[in-house]
């Protein structure tokens, strides 16, 4: 089993920053890529960035240019920097990895933001 804590979210001003952190720990062999997903009340969960082992990233549209994903691969750990926040980002953020075709999921840290 794999287990992801993730931390850092939180309350802040449209236009404020939070930086998200996700580590893993457990019986990791080869993690290959790590991502953020979001999820907003009512939405479906959505992609936002992602992280491979050879530290190439993708984002998300609507977060390109505001939000940074990286990598620790040493200490099994994600980040997400999150600048420029917007109302619209108000979610649940939940990190991710696949390993042996099995997903894992983080428990969700809530980011607010308010105008």
Same mark, same amino acid.
């Given at each position: ?7 850092g979210g ?7 920053s939070l ?21 907003a009340p ?19 549209? %609507? ?8 990598? +620790? ?15 619209? +980002? ?7 990895? %696949?390993?042996?075709?099995? +997903? ?12």
């Amino acid at each position: 089993q794999v287990q992801l804590a993730e931390s850092g979210g939180g309350l802040v001003q449209a236009g404020g920053s939070l930086r998200l952190s996700c580590a893993a720990s457990g019986r990791i062999f080869y993690i290959k890529a790590m991502d953020w997903y979001r999820q907003a009340p009512g939405k479906r969960r959505e992609l936002v960035a992602g992280i491979t082992n050879t530290m190439r990233t993708n984002y998300a549209d %609507s977060v390109k240019g505001r939000f940074t994903i990286s990598r +620790d691969i040493a200490k099994n750990t994600v980040y997400l920097q999150m600048n420029s926040l917007k109302p619209e +980002d108000t979610a649940v953020y939940y990190c991710h990895l %696949s390993q042996d075709l099995r +997903d894992y999921w983080g428990q969700g840290t809530q980011v607010t933001v308010s105008s």
